[in-house]
T-cell receptor
Framework: SQTIHQWPATLVQPVGSPLSLECTVE??????LYWYRQAAGRGLQLLFY??????ISSEVPQNLSASRPQDRQFILSSKKLLLSDSGFYLC????????????FGNGTRLTVT | QKEVEQNSGPLSVPEGAIASLNCTYS??????FFWYRQYSGKSPELIMF????GDKEDGRFTAQLNKASQYVSLLIRDSQPSDSATYLC???????????FGKGTTLSVSS
């Protein structure tokens, strides 16, 4: 069966510090990978998605970036965090089939102070 | 117009009642529709999905899709206090490879 691992679970970082969140998927090959953010009281916002190694599509211009160095690894980064980057970050995967559902990791609660 | 709209709630129902959650979407070409449940502080979990007009049943849950009206709903029969959560509607855009989510409806089931 497929599993998705996301870490860390919680993170408190000062403004201006860097960020690296990692996500890995097991039990499947060539998944589509996603990063979403959920700010307090708001909906799920799509940040990035990837359909293959090195292929990243950005949905929202901001100070975040994503990379996919391996087939089942997806990394979200920032060089300098802003207060507005606080939120619940969710990694998700699905098979590369148009109508397949998303499966989410447990999420990372990021607080920028 | 927002791409996927849901009433934020809260929707309050007594235990054992039917809860009806509604969602509208703006892109007429959308082809697949998903319902997720999210408990406070947790990640969303898939309840069910629907692709064709009509009803699809899975246990106590029934998804209903009307593409002509651009409307999808989720019915929860015999609601339980454990069903209290936020329910997210998601739509797969016709030319996209990602799901677009509504802001969710908060359901409260009282015992």
């Amino acid at each position: 069966s497929q599993t998705i691992h996301q870490w860390p679970a919680t993170l408190v970082q000062p403004v201006g510090s860097p960020l690296s969140l990692e996500c890995t998927v097991e039990g499947t090959s060539n998944p589509n990978l996603y990063w979403y953010r959920q700010a307090a009281g708001r909906g799920l916002q799509l940040l990035f998605y990837s359909v293959g190694i090195g292929q990243i599509s950005s949905e929202v211009p901001q100070n975040l970036s994503a990379s996919r160095p391996q087939d089942r690894q997806f990394i979200l980064s920032s060089k300098k965090l802003l207060l507005s980057d606080s939120g619940f970050y969710l990694c998700a995967w699905r098979v590369s089939s148009y109508n397949s559902p998303l499966h989410f990791g447990n999420g990372t609660r990021l607080t920028v102070t | 117009q927002k791409e996927v709209e849901q009433n934020s709630g809260p929707l309050s129902v007594p235990e054992g009642a039917i809860a009806s959650l509604n969602c509208t979407y703006s892109d007429r070409g959308s082809q697949s529709f998903f319902w997720y449940r999210q408990y406070s502080g947790k990640s969303p979990e898939l309840i069910m999905f629907i692709y064709s007009n009509g009803d699809k049943e899975d246990g106590r849950f029934t998804a209903q899709l009307n593409k002509a009206s651009q409307y999808v709903s989720l019915l929860i029969r015999d609601s339980q206090p454990s069903d209290s959560a936020t329910y997210l509607c998601a739509v797969n855009k016709p030319a996209g490879t990602a799901l677009i989510f509504g802001k969710g409806t908060t359901l409260s089931v009282s015992s």
